[in-house]
């Protein structure tokens, strides 16, 4: 379990992370979602003890990491795939890090084999890839079997095969029991692995919500294809849909399900050549919360798909 | 696992020692630096003129260029930390040992074994290596003749206090080459500038580090500081950035 208790993080007069008040529970994958530049990885940096807060507290299993007594046993953690001396092997990597609190080799060979690079324990560091990089990255969160894995941006640089497989093992861990904290700014990638999702902008908590709420909030239309899109659109207003024009024969519909569409256009005897239920994905809820607290929005914002 | 698991001082000087020693330019750098001392030992003591060592033992010639291994240390007391701020290691590093002050004293306790071996073996090659070359008309001399134990044991004193200011300044600094200029700044141009500058020299003079290490060497001329004082001040110029080091690492955001 994480927990943050009014966690502020002030550099100057800019303020990173502000009052973020939040429990990361066991057993399931927290998804930690926010635009660049959100405070997504200041909040990491903090509940591992790198960043002194301004303010507020962040316990990992109840207490501040600095007073644990096996600090690599109660959280592993990913910040950068990059924090390894680029000559040194992946293995004496990893062994130099256990030792610390007596972990021995077995264990390092262990965690090379779980994320699939023992085949190049021996390898300068310096030459991996990014996506090897994650995975030796991942490897040192696991070092210590411990309770709680938090890892920022792992999928950055995976290809498809590791993302699928990084999903798989986020999966994995969570249903041991772990706590399992994972940022991206890569929604649909969240949406697919995730149970909660955390939103934050400007350093704020936006919204903590379980995968069934991110659905509620999900709007669910109608696209429909048709060659007299005048009569169709008149029949489906009288059967109190909302509708818009997305093109010379398309129309967007919301306030009606994809069957009742249908039952409409048969009725008003209107031909179609399409009929897609269209949901919203977790990427335009995402959109619609934090449209207010994009730190460095474009000059001209993007249309949300 | 049935060993009980957790941080102890002894695990963290274990992690610190295989970091420094499975980076292959570390033995790259140390083994090229012994041998190069000891070879132009050997080639010193079978040049030495016996008539103008004045009375030193001729085996002072063979360890004489072990000077040149303090510098050597320095740069690698500077980049055991730098090397880790480079890439970011520095944070995983930190977040499994969350008080921090044990990484530092363990890179301290590491670095301090490995600059009185590497000065130790170094000398005894030089001198043995000497002993082989040396054919001048005066005996060779063992280690316990005259100042030849004293000068090698101040040169195990420096290369250790150099590899700790070299900590210390990397710890501070962050930067391997802004470090390892000032590093040399301190020990080489620091006292050219003041040996230039008369009311400097006698003033400031005795209390850089480089006098005092000559002072404890046995090396230097009247105007240093006698043995007990030179090693105060020597001791000083590498506690006061290391414990500033480990205020400031203690505090700063990794």
Redesign the interface.
């Known amino acids: 379990m994480i927990e943050l208790i009014g966690l502020t993080k002030r550099y100057g007069e800019r303020t990173a992370v502000d009052a973020l008040t939040l429990t990361v529970r066991p057993g399931e994958v927290t998804g930690f979602l926010g635009p660049n530049g959100a405070g997504k990885s200041t909040t990491m940096?903090l509940i591992?003890?790198?960043?002194?807060p301004t303010a507020g507290r962040a316990l990992v299993a109840g207490m501040p990491?600095?007073e644990?007594?096996?600090?690599?046993?109660a959280?592993g953690?990913l910040?950068?795939a990059?924090?390894?001396?680029?000559?040194?092997?992946a293995r004496?990597?990893l062994?130099?890090?256990a030792?610390?609190?007596?972990?021995?080799d077995r264990?390092v060979d262990e965690v090379l084999r779980i994320v699939g690079i023992e085949g190049v324990s021996g390898t300068r560091a310096g030459r991996f890839s990014l996506g090897m990089g994650q995975r030796l990255g991942l490897a040192?969160a696991l070092l210590?079997d411990p309770t709680v894995v938090m890892l920022d941006e792992p999928i950055n640089g995976l290809d498809p095969e590791g993302i699928v497989w990084m999903r798989k093992m986020l999966r994995h861990l969570a249903d041991e029991g772990r706590t399992v904290f994972v940022s991206s700014h890569l929604m649909t990638e969240m949406a697919l692995v995730a149970d909660r999702f955390v939103i934050i902008g400007r350093g704020r908590l936006l919204a903590d919500l379980t995968a069934a709420e991110v659905q509620a909030h999900a709007v669910q239309s109608v696209m429909v294809r048709t060659p007299d899109p005048i009569s169709l659109r008149q029949a489906l207003c009288a059967a109190g849909a909302t509708v818009t024009a997305d093109g010379s024969d398309t129309l967007a519909v919301t306030g009606l399900d994809s069957a009742s569409v249908g039952r409409q256009a048969l009725r008003a005897g209107v031909e179609l050549h399409e009929l897609t239920p269209v949901r919203s994905s977790l990427e335009d809820v995402f959109v619609a919360l934090t449209q207010d607290a994009v730190e460095y929005s474009a000059q001209t914002p993007a249309v949300a798909a | 696992m049935a060993r009980s698991l957790g941080l102890t001082e002894a695990r963290v000087v274990r992690s610190e020692w295989l970091k420094f020693w499975s980076l292959r330019s570390r033995f790259v750098t140390l083994g090229i630096s012994a041998i190069g001392v000891a070879a132009i030992g050997a080639i010193a003591a079978g040049v030495v003129d016996a008539s103008a060592l004045d009375g030193d033992p001729a085996a002072r010639a063979a360890v004489a260029s072990l000077g040149v291994l303090p510098i050597v240390l320095g740069v690698l007391g500077v980049l055991s930390a730098t090397n880790e701020y480079a890439g970011g290691l520095i944070r995983a590093t930190f977040a499994a040992v969350p008080s921090r002050t044990p990484v530092i004293r363990a890179k301290a306790l590491v670095l301090a074994a490995i600059a009185t071996a590497t000065v130790a073996a170094t000398a005894l090659a030089a001198y043995g290596l000497g002993a082989l070359t040396y054919d001048g008309g005066a005996a060779y001399g063992s280690p316990f003749d005259g100042d030849v134990i004293r000068f090698v044991g101040a040169a195990a004193l420096e290369a250790v206090g150099y590899a700790l200011l070299g900590l210390g300044l990397g710890l501070l600094l962050r930067n391997g080459a802004g470090a390892i200029s000032t590093l040399m700044g301190l020990v080489m141009v620091v006292p050219i500038v003041v040996s230039l500058i008369p009311w400097m020299s006698d003033t400031v003079g005795p209390y850089l580090i480089s006098s005092a290490q000559m002072a404890v060497a046995g090396s230097g001329t009247d105007d240093l500081l006698p043995v007990p004082a030179a090693l105060a001040v020597f001791a000083a110029w590498v506690a006061v950035p290391l414990v500033v080091a480990v205020v400031v690492t203690r505090r700063r955001d990794a």
Do not use: E
């Open positions: 940096r591992l003890g790198l960043d002194r990491l600095a644990h007594r096996a600090p690599l046993h959280i953690a910040l950068d990059k924090g390894v001396h680029p000559n040194r092997s004496n990597h062994r130099a890090l030792a610390t609190t007596g972990i021995d264990r040192a210590g």
